[in-house]
Nanobody, 126 residues
Framework: QVQLVESGGGLVQAGDSLRLSCARS????????MGWFRQAPGKDREFVAR????????SYADSVKGRFTISGDNARNTVFLQMNSLKPEDTAVYYC???????????????????WGQGTQVTVSS
């Protein structure tokens, strides 16, 4: 069984920073990339960021570009999301997800990712 476990969420004020972590455990699998998504109350889950292990290439949603940074270590089974200059509209449950190459969907689509964590709540007050 594969597990992705997010941590690092919390309640912060606008302008603050948070660092989310995602740890993988359980059965070994090969991931080609890891992504972060988020879901705000009453909204669909949306793409936030992605890191491709082979190239180190990162991709971001326009709404977080310049404020969030994804990083990680595939060998250590961890991925991080550094979130700076947080805004109230960043409030959401944040999920990490693993792309294991099963899907041909676009990198920003949920269906691209096979394994998902349970999420961690981030709340940004104004």
């Amino acid at each position: 069984q594969v597990q992705l476990v997010e941590s690092g969420g919390g309640l912060v004020q606008a302008g603050d920073s948070l660092r989310l972590s995602c740890a993988r455990s359980g059965r070994t699998f090969t991931s080609y990339a890891m992504g972060w998504f988020r879901q705000a109350p009453g909204k669909d889950r949306e793409f936030v960021a992605r890191i491709q292990w082979s190239s180190g290439r990162t991709s971001y949603a326009d709404s977080v570009k310049g404020r969030f940074t994804i990083s990680g270590d595939n060998a250590r089974n961890t991925v991080f999301l550094q979130m700076n200059s947080l805004k109230p509209e960043d409030t959401a449950v944040y999920y990490c997800a693993a792309d294991v190459g099963y899907s041909g969907a676009y990198y920003y689509q949920e269906s691209r990712y096979y394994y998902w964590g349970q999420g961690t709540q981030v709340t940004v007050s104004s």
